[in-house]
Structures are given as structure tokens and as C-alpha cells.
């Protein structure tokens, strides 16, 4: 049977949520990917156009990630979920893939969001692979999608 791992990023739970059903009804482990410096609730007040996620943003900073995921050579899926900002995945998730060498994965990107798709998200993602692994697919799922929904669609990659 192929290991999965489901590594998430949430700025507001909502993502966490689903990040963590999906990783209960397909028996994958589960990890948060966090900023070096993390996000408080004022960071990612996005209305704001003073909040340190919008800074970011659009002064093109980099955000680091905290940690590495030791034994990643173990899984053959890895599953980024992710809430869609600005119209694709968040600086610090992409950052914390490129940390990690994906020869012979699969990989699966999912997001919520208020309203986008996923648009051009994996195409942006890919270049953080380093030239390995493949994304198998990558999807929105909604806070309301059934656990069966969400399993199917992993079992589809
Ligand atoms: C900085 C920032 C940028 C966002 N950009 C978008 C966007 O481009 N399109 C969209 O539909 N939602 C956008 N959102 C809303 C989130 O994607 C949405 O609320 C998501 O479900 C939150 O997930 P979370 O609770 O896991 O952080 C943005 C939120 C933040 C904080």
C-alpha cells in the first residue's frame, strides 16, 4: 500500500479542517507547514492593506518555512493543501516543498478558497519540485465535500 502524507498550510483553520479529515479517511500522516516567523491573526488580516500578508505579497518577500520533514523518502503521495492567496498557493507552502526531493512521488495539490480556482496554481507550484516528482492533480475542496468525496479524489491520483 502507498504511504501518504498530507502537509497543510492555514492561516484561519479552514484549511486544517479538511486537511485533517482528508488524512483520516485516506490513513495518511498529517503536517502543518509553518512560516520561519509565524502568522498572526493581524499578519493575515488581508483586508488590510498594512497586514504582513499583503506586504508580502506585493513587495514579492520571501517567506521562509519552518521545519523539514525528515522522512520524506517514505511516501509515495504527498498531498499540499493550502488556502488560495492571491490567486495561488501561499509563498511559505511552495517554499517548504522546494526543501525537499521529490524523485518518484506523486504529488497532490488541494485549496480552499472564498472564491477562486485553482486557476494557474500547480503550473506555479511545479518549478518548486526541482525538476521531480509529478502533480498528479490538484483540486478545491470545500469545507462541505464528504469524507468520501475528498478519498475519492486521492484515490484518483
Ligand atoms: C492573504 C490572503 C489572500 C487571499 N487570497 C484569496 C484569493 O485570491 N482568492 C480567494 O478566493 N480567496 C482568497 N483568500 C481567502 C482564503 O483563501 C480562504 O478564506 C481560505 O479558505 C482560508 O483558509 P484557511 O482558514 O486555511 O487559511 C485569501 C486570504 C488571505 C489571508
Redesign the pocket.
Known amino acids: 500500500m502507498s504511504k501518504i502524507l498530507v502537509a497543510y498550510f ?7 479542517e479538511v486537511a485533517k479529515r482528508m488524512a483520516k479517511a485516506v490513513d495518511a500522516d498529517l503536517y502543518e507547514i509553518q512560516p520561519e516567523q509565524p502568522y498572526s491573526k493581524a499578519d ?1 488580516n ?1 483586508k488590510n492593506p498594512l497586514a504582513r ?2 506586504k508580502e ?1 506585493f513587495l514579492k518577500k520571501d517567506v521562509p518555512a519552518a521545519g523539514k520533514i525528515e522522512n520524506f523518502a517514505d511516501y509515495d503521495l504527498v498531498l499540499f493543501g493550502f ?5 495561488c498557493a501561499p509563498v511559505v507552502v511552495s517554499n517548504f516543498a522546494a526543501k525537499h526531493d521529490f524523485t518518484g512521488k506523486k504529488v497532490g495539490l488541494f485549496a ?5 480556482k485553482m486557476g494557474k496554481t500547480a503550473e506555479k507550484f511545479k518549478p518548486f519540485l526541482n525538476g521531480k516528482g509529478e502533480i498528479a492533480g490538484d483540486r478545491r475542496i470545500f469545507p462541505e465535500d464528504s469524507d468520501e468525496t475528498i478519498a475519492e479524489w486521492v484515490k484518483s491520483l
Do not use: L, M, Q
Open positions: 492555514s492561516a484561519s483553520g479552514v484549511t486544517a493575515v488581508w500578508c499583503n505579497w488556502p488560495i492567496w492571491f490567486g480552499t478558497s472564498i472564491s477562486s
